[in-house]
């Protein structure tokens, strides 16, 4: 049974550029977050999609918005890069809640210069 | 508000010693989930181990276990003869059945051989 699969690993962009990440989740898991992990700010919630509608959302600015697909791959975006957008950015996938269990992949490194 | 408090920063014992982890909760739900993830140097999170608040069983898996105790909101983790493999950052996390995770800032183990 294939893991959390997150792509790119690594990313360097530049400020004002955005970018997108992608997840594929575990085969028959439909629900999908995002996290932020930051060295200041720990791991905070970005949202959560559960059958293509996003269900939950933490508080970020509106430059993070995010969307899933009919097969429950999730991409999330960032609009208007900035430094403190530096981060690793982690997918989870559950079957139908992080309240059972979440499986998380390996991250997708984002660094803003 | 939900909140999950890991006072111990960073912790390094020698190899074999024993080590618990700590983790307070502060939730105003009566239903919700708390769990323990491990986050090794490659960056994805392990899942460890999830209770729900019904259950306040402690658990054994191995060298690990868990001791939930609402008296007290916490949920320690405690490895029994550490081995050097068992260095990571670990974190307590609670979704007060509200879908998402809110993590503790972890604490970093190190063992020494």
């Known amino acids: 049974k294939a893991g959390v699969t997150q792509t790119p690993r690594y990313l360097i962009k530049t400020r004002g550029q955005q970018v997108t990440l992608s997840c594929s989740p575990i085969s028959g898991h439909r629900s999908v977050s995002w996290y932020q992990q930051t060295p200041g700010q720990g791991l905070q919630f970005l949202f959560e999609y559960f059958s293509e509608t996003q269900r939950n959302k933490g508080n970020f600015p509106g430059r993070f918005s995010g969307r899933q697909f009919s097969n429950s791959r999730s991409e999330m975006n960032v609009s208007t890069l900035e430094l403190g957008d530096s981060a690793l950015y982690l997918c989870?996938?559950?079957?139908?809640?992080?309240?059972?269990?979440?499986?998380f992949g390996q991250g997708t490194r984002l660094t803003v210069v | 508000a939900q909140k999950v408090t890991q006072a111990q920063t960073e912790i390094s014992v020698v190899e074999k010693e024993d080590v618990t982890l700590d983790c307070v909760y502060e939730t105003r739900d009566t239903t919700y989930y708390l769990f323990w993830y491990k986050q090794p140097p490659s960056g994805e999170l392990v899942f460890l181990i999830r209770?729900?608040?019904?259950?306040?069983q402690n658990e054994i898996s191995g060298r690990y276990s868990w001791n939930f105790q609402k008296s007290t909101s916490s949920f320690n983790f405690t490895i029994t003869a550490s081995q050097v493999v068992d260095s990571a950052v670990y974190f307590c996390?609670?979704?007060?059945?509200?879908?998402?995770?809110?993590f503790g800032q972890g604490t970093t183990l190190q063992v020494k051989p």
């Open positions: 989870a996938s559950s079957l139908e809640s992080v309240n059972t269990e979440a499986f």
């Open positions: 996390a609670d979704s007060s059945n509200t879908g998402k995770l809110i």
């Open positions: 209770r729900n608040s019904f259950d306040e």
